[in-house]
């Protein structure tokens, strides 16, 4: 004679004290609902148990008058809230597509150039980098900021100084950046933004034929005007 597994199975149960539940119960004694299902399963109906709505199946827990009840607690990796609808900390998108098409939760790209043990350090929705650290600015902490030159995507070792290093401009030769007030300088390389008439990498001299940088009015030298007063004193006799 043939014994089904099936049977033999719920045998088992049996001789472990154990009940065979259903409609989405679970526990010793089917009393609770099952992983992904919430609401009470001492009703004796097949609805007792609803399923979460939380995404992939995840669990939830009902809590008595939260209006968000019941809450997720089991979300798929970088997904937050009662029915993961935001991206968590650290990442961005929009998962339930709740201003626009849906996104995935990604982890934001900050280049290395933000505090990890921060929090806040990108928009959760754009993903745009919004505490960039050591001189750095961009979208995706991907440049050096105004005022400052280097390259802020060069891999650096633990205590070893920014990338983004101040540019060395001289302030009277230098062009000033109208929001900022720092000097305009090469992000890159540091070359400097002179003034007219002003030259060097970092503007620190007057052009040929120029004076007076030192006092931020850089004037032409008037030697003609020279020439002309030394040949009309000669003719004049004095």
């Known amino acids: 004679m043939s014994i089904s597994i099936s049977r033999v199975f719920s045998f088992f149960l049996i001789c ?17 609902c099952a992983k992904g299902f919430y609401g009470n399963a001492l009703g004796g109906t097949p609805n007792d148990c609803t399923p979460c709505p ?17 809450i997720c607690t089991e979300c798929p990796p970088g997904r937050t809230g009662s029915r993961c609808e935001q991206c968590e900390d650290g990442y961005f ?5 709740l201003l626009g098409p849906v996104r995935e939760c990604k982890k934001c790209d900050c280049n290395n150039n933000v ?12 993903g745009e980098c919004l505490r960039c650290i050591d001189n750095t600015a961009g979208f995706n902490c991907e440049r050096c900021k105004s005022g400052f030159f280097g390259d802020a995507l060069a891999l650096k070792k633990p205590g070893e100084p920014p990338n983004c290093q101040p540019c060395q401009c001289y302030p009277l030769g230098t062009n000033l950046d109208d929001s900022t007030f720092l000097p305009i300088c090469n992000g890159f390389t540091g070359d400097c933004s002179c003034k007219p008439h002003v ?40």
């Open 16 to 32: 472990l004290g154990k009940c065979d539940c259903q409609h989405n119960t679970d526990g010793h004694n089917c009393e609770q």
């Open 199 to 238: 030259v060097g990498r970092d503007c620190d001299r007057c052009a040929d034929g120029y004076f007076n940088l030192d006092s931020g009015q850089v004037r032409k030298k008037q030697l003609l005007s020279f020439f002309v007063l030394l040949i009309f004193l000669s003719f004049s006799g004095l």
């Open 115 to 126: 505090d990890a043990n921060a929090i806040g350090n990108c928009d959760r929705t754009t």
């Open 93 to 97: 998108g929009d998962p339930m597509g």
């Open 54 to 70: 939380c995404p992939e199946g995840g669990a939830c827990i009902e809590i008595p008058g939260n209006p968000e009840s019941p």
